[in-house]
């Protein structure tokens, strides 16, 4: 075996065993499977470490938005309780949770906001439009 090969070895195995940005993910597992920077615990700046985002919440974390629904998917998880990788309809109120977050500025765990004991929608499609006005 000569030097360099040795070396190559060598530094093959600091590479897969080391993690420069302490995330959970070794440096050869950001560099050769999941693509992330192993520099930066959070490659796609969403609040979520790479770490996380790999081995507990599935969504990808070269993508802040992995669904494609206008939300980080940070906020999603932390702020706003819904799910990262669909842009679903958690409360059932027949709009989705992006569109509550970020047109109507509602809750999107909670289908009747101003508990007035109207479903969201069926409001929104009569006119009410201020959704925590409880005179609605």
């Known amino acids: 075996v000569s030097n360099t090969a040795g070396t190559t070895t060598n530094n093959f195995i600091f590479?897969?065993?080391?993690d420069n940005d302490q995330d959970g993910l070794g440096n050869?597992?950001?560099?050769?499977i999941t693509s992330t920077d192993p520099d930066n615990a959070d490659s796609d700046n969403d609040g979520?470490?790479?770490y996380y985002e790999v081995n507990v919440s599935s969504t990808?974390?070269?993508n802040a938005d992995s669904?494609?629904?206008?939300?980080?998917?940070?906020?999603e998880?932390?702020?706003y309780a819904t799910n990262p990788n669909l842009d679903d309809d958690k409360d059932l109120d027949g709009l989705s949770d992006a569109e509550e977050i970020i047109t109507f500025s509602t809750d999107p765990n909670d289908a009747d906001t101003d508990d007035d004991g109207i479903p969201r929608r069926r409001g929104l499609r009569r006119g009410l439009t201020d959704r925590t006005?409880?005179?609605d």
């Open 15 to 18: 590479e897969v065993f080391t």
């Open 28 to 32: 050869g597992r950001e560099i050769y």
């Open 48 to 50: 979520l470490t790479d």
């Open 60 to 62: 990808n974390p070269n």
């Open 67 to 75: 669904d494609g629904d206008g939300l980080n998917d940070g906020d």
């Open 77 to 79: 998880v932390n702020t």
């Open 133 to 135: 006005d409880q005179n």
